[in-house]
């Protein structure tokens, strides 16, 4: 990396001082950093595929094989402002959406614009929990265990189909979420056999 910081002519000192002065900056750079260690804590001996980010007909941050099974996998992050430590914990939201608004198709054949993710499109979310004592640790859940929207302008429907922006979590962690991914992996595999 010291070569990069060379030819760009800045310092570690530099790329500290501007990732403090810029959220969103910070923002992709702990996603893409979780991405990697997603892989490095738990998945570094699988067969790994990273899909193009700017694929939407293909989502997820990276797709592994488990047990014969293809399973894509998505890593978001905590919102750094809404964590809080509370008695016993933490507490905070995860943003779980689309960098942009965009229209999606419904396993109705109809579409909607929006910034919700739809239901299915990953099977494993992996939830970067950093903010949660500055430790790297996740929190895993199976895609139909995501809440579903509430926004009261999409119909019922849609509201079935879509996944909620910003859901809550908590450390330590609640059912449905996990601190491992392989009971997640394995209900994967039952579904998807």
């Not at 910081?5 to 702990?30: H, N, T, W, Y």
């Not at 960098?99 to 999606?104: G, K």
């Amino acid at each position: 990396m010291g070569d990069f910081f060379q030819r760009l002519g800045i310092s570690p000192d530099d790329v500290e001082e501007i990732v403090a002065k810029s959220p969103s900056l910070r923002g992709f750079l702990v996603g893409y950093l979780a991405e990697e260690k997603l892989v490095e804590m738990y998945f570094k001996d699988f067969s790994i595929e990273k899909p193009d980010d700017h694929d939407r007909k293909s989502k997820g941050d990276r797709v592994l094989v488990y047990k014969s099974i293809k399973v894509r996998v998505e890593v978001k992050s905590l919102q750094t402002n809404s964590v809080r430590e509370v008695p016993g914990g933490w507490t905070g939201r995860f943003q779980c959406d689309a960098s942009d608004s965009r229209r999606v198709k419904l396993p109705n054949g109809k579409s909607v614009k929006t910034v919700c993710l739809v239901v299915g499109t990953f099977d494993l979310l992996a939830v970067n929990l950093f903010e949660f004592g500055q430790k790297w640790r996740f929190g895993f859940i199976h895609n139909n265990d995501l809440p579903r929207s509430t926004y009261e302008k999409y119909t019922p429907y849609q509201r079935k189909h879509l996944l909620q922006t910003t859901p809550a979590i908590t450390w330590p962690l609640r059912p449905p979420f996990e601190a491992e991914p392989w009971p997640v992996l394995e209900r994967i595999v039952r579904d998807k056999s």
